[in-house]
């Protein structure tokens, strides 16, 4: 059985023009210790389906389907029993470290209320234990780090703090939301080994736009288009020998291959393109693709496609 077993989730934020479906349909497994990128154009859904898994949505928001974690449907729980496995069993490791951390506490303590709520460590031990977290995370001088707002750091620190609070309750399962947005190269690459050995023994969702980080880290990555999942497969299938036309032309947007991005924008997540979403900028889109949605497709190997030309 999958640690965490998405099925037919859809989540839907009701709007003064319609229902906005940013997630709808989506079906998805990972495994224990399995790493898996979540990656596609900005608001595609990515990080509403984060939110889902973690529940951390206004409760105006509606969201079906089922979503099990170690045989156990996380929508059935209630808000208590979610509290107490967020951050302890599941934990996300939030988009833009400048807006989630507070500005106006210390990151060490920032840190250490993650361990008291979910370490029951007293206050002077969650404090060490801060310390030794951030340090963990590589930062120089851990301990006046500690002492610092979050101001006082840099880019590439204030992201190894929000590690340091997503793994300070040694969850099973963590979600890293673009962890490596924003960062130059060489932070880049250092937040890439930290993030790998600091997750060896966990599973992870990571969502980015950085493909070659998501090649290095992960074992499969599922491609996400206006609110669906297009392409599920291997990193190596995804990266090298992609079959939908979306993520292959995604994967030619990588710096490496001349940064040629798909033209077009993203469609209407109220009111979706009937057939393939995708078919009004699919370079080789057919008559039966405006009509008919595709289905996703099994092809070798336990990859999936949602194209009609991938059989
Ligand atoms: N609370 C909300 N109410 C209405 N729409 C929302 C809300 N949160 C996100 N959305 C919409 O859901 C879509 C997906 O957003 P998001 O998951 O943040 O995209 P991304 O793939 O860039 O992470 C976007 O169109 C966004 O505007
Ligand atoms: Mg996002």
Same mark, same amino acid.
């Given at each position: 059985?999958?640690?965490?077993?998405?099925?037919?989730?859809?989540?839907?934020?009701?709007?003064?023009?319609?229902?906005?479906?940013?997630?709808?349909?989506?079906?998805?497994?990972?495994?224990?210790?399995?790493?898996?990128?979540?990656?596609?154009?900005?608001?595609?859904?990515?990080?509403?389906?984060?939110?889902?898994?973690?529940?951390?949505?206004?409760?105006?928001?509606?969201?079906?389907?089922?979503?099990?974690?170690?045989? &156990?449907?996380?929508?059935?729980?209630? /808000?208590?029993?979610?509290?107490?496995?967020?951050?302890?069993?599941?934990?996300?490791?939030?988009?833009?470290?400048?807006?989630?951390?507070?500005?106006?506490?210390?990151?060490?303590?920032?840190?250490?209320?993650?361990?008291?709520?979910?370490?029951?460590?007293?206050?002077?031990?969650?404090?060490?234990?801060?310390?030794?977290?951030?340090?963990?995370?590589?930062?120089?001088?851990?301990?006046?780090?500690?002492?610092?707002?979050?101001?006082?750091?840099?880019?590439?620190? &204030?992201?190894?703090?929000?590690?340091?609070?997503?793994?300070?309750?040694?969850?099973?399962?963590?979600?890293?939301?673009?962890?490596?947005?924003?960062?130059?190269?060489?932070?880049?690459?250092?937040?890439? &080994?930290?993030?790998?050995? $600091?997750?060896?023994?966990? /599973? $992870?969702? $990571?969502?980015?736009?950085?493909?070659?980080?998501?090649?290095?880290?992960?074992?499969?990555?599922?491609?996400?288009?206006?609110?669906?999942?297009?392409?599920?497969?291997?990193?190596?299938?995804?990266?090298?020998?992609?079959?939908?036309?979306?993520?292959?032309?995604?994967?030619?947007?990588?710096?490496?291959?001349?940064?040629?991005?798909?033209?077009? /924008? /993203?469609?209407?997540?109220?009111?979706?393109?009937?057939?393939?979403?995708?078919?009004?900028?699919?370079?080789?889109?057919?008559?039966?693709?405006?009509?008919?949605?595709?289905?996703?497709?099994?092809?070798?190997?336990?990859?999936?496609?949602?194209?009609?030309?991938?059989?």
């Amino acid at each position: 059985m999958a640690m965490l077993d998405i099925i037919n989730l859809r989540t839907y934020f009701p709007s003064p023009d319609g229902l906005v479906k940013a997630v709808d349909e989506v079906d998805l497994q990972i495994e224990s210790n399995e790493k898996l990128g979540l990656i596609g154009e900005t608001g595609c859904g990515k990080t509403v389906l984060g939110m889902s898994i973690i529940r951390l949505l206004l409760p105006s928001t509606r969201i079906m389907g089922r979503i099990i974690y170690k045989g &156990k449907n996380l929508l059935d729980l209630n /808000s208590e029993e979610m509290r107490l496995l967020r951050g302890r069993e599941i934990a996300m490791i939030l988009q833009n470290p400048t807006t989630s951390l507070n500005p106006v506490l210390k990151v060490g303590d920032q840190i250490a209320e993650v361990l008291r709520l979910h370490m029951g460590l007293d206050k002077e031990q969650a404090k060490a234990k801060a310390v030794e977290m951030l340090a963990a995370t590589m930062i120089p001088e851990a301990r006046m780090r500690a002492d610092q707002y979050p101001h006082e750091l840099s880019g590439g620190m &204030k992201e190894r703090v929000m590690i340091a609070m997503g793994l300070a309750g040694q969850p099973s399962f963590v979600i890293a939301d673009e962890p490596t947005k924003g960062l130059d190269a060489k932070t880049k690459a250092e937040i890439v &080994k930290l993030i790998r050995d $600091m997750t060896a023994n966990r /599973s $992870m969702l $990571m969502i980015t736009h950085d493909l070659a980080a998501a090649g290095d880290i992960c074992d499969r990555i599922a491609v996400m288009y206006a609110g669906e999942l297009l392409e599920v497969a291997t990193a190596g299938a995804i990266l090298r020998d992609p079959c939908h036309p979306y993520t292959q032309g995604f994967v030619h947007c990588l710096p490496s291959q001349g940064l040629q991005p798909i033209p077009g /924008s /993203s469609p209407s997540l109220i009111d979706p393109p009937l057939g393939c979403r995708f078919h009004p900028r699919c370079p080789r889109a057919m008559d039966i693709c405006k009509k008919e949605h595709p289905p996703m497709i099994k092809m070798n190997k336990g990859n999936f496609a949602r194209c009609f030309l991938c059989t």
